[in-house]
């Protein structure tokens, strides 16, 4: 079975860094997608960063310029570098695989960015 495992999560302050890594296992195949989705309570998941098995990638306007997403060749697992970081960043970040079949979510890491 696959199991997506997020790390690097924390509390940081504003304008400061941190970096996410995600590891998949169990996968048969490499995946087409894979990325990173943050949600605050009360508010829908949101796409923060995609990367395709082909190296293209898409950030949410609110995060580009600052964050830079990453996924090393051959191997299911991607980055995130979160670089300026601002309050309204804080959220529960979440790895997401996409396969042929369907995708699969990791259980989250937290991040708070707060003075």
């Known amino acids: 079975q696959v199991q997506l495992v997020e790390s690097g999560g924390g509390l940081v302050q504003p304008g400061g860094s941190l970096r996410l890594s995600c590891a998949a296992s169990?996968?048969?195949?490499?995946?087409?997608?894979m990325a990173w989705y943050r949600q605050v309570p009360g508010k829908e998941r949101e796409l923060v960063a995609r990367?395709?098995?082909?190296?293209?990638?898409i950030y949410a306007d609110s995060v580009k310029g600052r964050f830079t997403v990453s996924r090393a060749n051959g191997e299911n697992m991607v980055d995130l570098q979160m670089n300026s970081l601002k309050p309204e960043d804080t959220a529960v970040y979440y790895c997401n695989a996409q396969g042929g079949r369907r995708g699969f979510w990791g259980q989250g890491t937290q991040v708070t960015v707060s003075s």
């Open positions: 169990g996968a048969t195949h490499k995946f087409y997608d």
């Open positions: 990367v395709t098995i082909d190296g293209q990638v």
